[in-house]
């Protein structure tokens, strides 16, 4: 069974620092993974996938986030946190064969001014 | 382009009732997905269609049902309606290729809010 998580349920960082928002994933085959940012009373926005290639995977608003096969992980960062960024975060996997998304719990990020 | 538009934005029922939810894609994707997010259970994947075809379902009741036109619009209804079933539901769509299976990401509407008082 396929399977997400996102350990930590708030996080909390200073404008300016670097941030990192956790994923990891479960999934048979070689997975699709793919990272989403919600605002408040808003539907998803799309910052990144990773489909095959590259680990180092780069998006919008300066994201880009790591794939690590053998930690079965895919973590969001951005350098350079802004107050902006704060935000409902996603992190979802799309099983080989399937077009559905199953998504993480999400993580909340404040981004401190 | 135009983004994926859901009408309506917002909604209120009664228990018992029954609703009918709209969703146009982006133009030219042919498929569309449809999830309910609420604050207990998180994102969860209700179906999805592709060529006005029901492709495949997540573990919902069947009260939750769905359709797709020939020009990839979609409706999803919600029959008898459950204090539970309030939530806000999203609309993705995406490009498939020829067989139907794509790396292409899912893009997503701003969701319809249903309140079942």
């Known amino acids: 069974a396929q399977s997400v998580a996102q350990p930590e349920d708030q996080v909390n960082v200073a404008e300016g620092n670097p941030l990192t928002v956790k994923c990891t994933y479960s999934v048979s085959g070689n997975p699709y993974l793919f990272w989403y940012v919600q605002y408040p009373n808003r539907g998803l926005q799309f910052l990144l996938k990773y489909i095959t290639g590259d680990n180092l995977v780069k998006g919008s608003y300066g994201f880009e986030a790591e794939f690590n096969k053998s930690q079965t992980s895919f973590h969001l960062k951005k350098p350079s946190a802004l107050v902006s960024d704060s935000a409902l975060y996603f992190c979802?996997?799309?099983?080989?064969?399937?077009?559905?998304?199953?998504f993480g719990t999400g993580t909340r990020l404040t981004v401190i001014p | 382009k135009a983004g994926v538009t859901q009408t309506p934005r917002y909604l209120i029922k009664t228990r018992g009732q029954q609703v009918t939810l709209s969703c146009s894609p982006i133009?030219?994707?042919?498929?569309v997905s449809w999830y309910q997010q609420t604050p207990g259970q998180g994102l969860q994947f209700l179906f999805e269609y592709f060529s006005e075809t029901q492709r495949n379902k997540g573990n919902f009741p069947g009260r939750f049902s769905g359709r797709q036109f020939s020009n990839s619009r979609s409706e999803m209804n919600v029959s008898t309606l459950e204090l539970g079933d309030s939530a806000l539901y999203l609309c993705?769509?995406?490009?498939?290729?020829?067989?139907?299976?794509?790396?292409?990401?899912?893009?997503f509407g701003p969701g319809t809010r249903l309140t079942v008082l």
């Open positions: 133009s030219g994707h042919r498929s």
């Open positions: 979802a996997v799309r099983p080989p064969g399937a077009n559905n998304l199953f």
């Open positions: 993705a769509s995406s490009l498939l290729g020829s067989g139907g299976i794509s790396t292409d990401t899912q893009y």
